[in-house]
Structures are given as C-alpha cells and as structure tokens.
C-alpha cells in the first residue's frame, strides 16, 4: 500500500509521490530521498494547473517542478516560465468542451509539454501533468 500524506500544497505531494515510484514495482528497491534522480537517469517533469469548473479556465500560474531534470539554475527559471506559458496557450488554445474532458485536457498538456522540452533541451522527461478543478 502506498501511503503519501498530505502536507498542503500539492507540490509537496507530487514531490512525494516522485520519491514513492518504485514502492508500486514488487522487486524494485525503494528509493530513498537523498538519492538523485539524474544519478539512476530519471527526468521528471510534474505540472500542476489549477483550473476554474464552471469556466475551465486558468486559475493563478501553472506550478513546474522537476527531479533529475540537470541545468543551471538561471537556466531553469526561463525554462519553468516558458512551460507555464505553453500551458497558459494550451488551455486557452481548447474549446469549451474539450476543458470539460479532464482526461483529454490531461494528455494534451502532456503532450504539448513534452514536446516543448524536447525542443527546448533536447531531452525527453517523463511529463505529468496534474489538473485541479477549483
């Protein structure tokens, strides 16, 4: 059984459901905390978008985090916000209808983040995207 507590911010939760990956595998090791993503050849990439029920529009700036995913920090910064704004286009981009298919909304942000980062740093991290209607 896989127990992730809730802390109170979904980040924080993600980040823990990230270091929990291999407990849901019988013969995996468990990984540990202190054990670098980058250092097993791990990228992860989590996005996680707040969107409003009625309207299925964009609430607030989408969160990035990332493990295992290596570049300079200044780097980084630009890299995050471009993603936030792929996401922000992305969902503006969708019809109605489409906003209101969570699973549908969920693999076309997975998809277009994917393709951003592949573009952006060459390389292909595991993308995903969490949505939360508010």
Do not use: N, W
Request: include cysteine; hydrophobic fraction near 50%.
């Amino acid at each position: 059984m896989l127990y992730v507590p809730f802390c109170g911010s979904p980040c924080l939760c993600l980040f823990a459901a990230f270091f929990c990956v291999a407990v849901a595998f019988p013969f995996a090791q468990r990984l540990d905390a202190g054990l670098e993503f980058s250092a097993i050849g791990v990228e992860v990439v989590g996005a996680v978008v707040a969107i409003g029920r009625q309207t299925g529009t964009l609430i607030g700036d989408p969160e990035i985090v990332a493990r295992g995913f290596v570049i300079a920090e200044d780097e980084a910064e630009g890299l995050f916000r471009d993603a936030a704004a792929v996401i922000a286009e992305c969902i503006e981009a969708s019809g109605v209808e489409e906003r209101a298919d969570q699973g549908l909304m969920t693999e076309k942000l997975r998809v277009e983040l994917r393709r951003f980062f592949k573009k952006r740093s060459g390389r292909r991290p595991l993308v995903l995207p969490v949505l939360m209607e508010i």
